[in-house]
């Protein structure tokens, strides 16, 4: 099962992608209800995936977003289930309305990384 922090630090990384992808919130609200296509909560985790890929086809953008989602789901495909999907994915749009306006310099490693970032705090 991925822990809390994991799923920040995997969050963080999705969430900045996304940004740097040029995506909007809505692709994040359209991810999270793709995890409902289906009943099977398992496959669930596979189709929001499919939906991830499917949207880049679409969209002509967001490929390294969707490979990070398609990474993250498919390990808690085989790590744990459709909820903690659920709270990864809406980390990971959280922390896109964060830094959506923002400029960034570079990718966080992590959530921690990320809040230094937002505080002005060079990491050491």
Do not use: C
């Amino acid at each position: 099962m991925i822990s809390d922090k994991e799923a920040l630090d995997i969050a963080t990384k999705i969430g900045v992608q996304a940004k740097f992808d040029g995506l909007t919130k809505s692709q994040f609200e359209n991810l999270l209800s793709s995890l409902d296509y289906v009943q099977d909560p398992k496959a669930s985790l596979l189709v929001a995936a499919a939906f991830a890929y499917r949207q880049t086809s679409r969209l002509g953008k967001g490929k390294r977003t969707a490979d990070l989602v398609a990474n993250a789901l498919e390990r808690i495909y085989r790590e744990g289930g459709k909820e903690d999907a659920r709270k990864l994915l809406g980390l990971a749009k959280w922390i896109f309305e964060i830094v959506e306006k923002t400029r960034l310099e570079r990718t966080p490693n992590e959530f921690t990384d990320l809040l230094r970032m937002l505080a002005g705090v060079r990491a050491t």
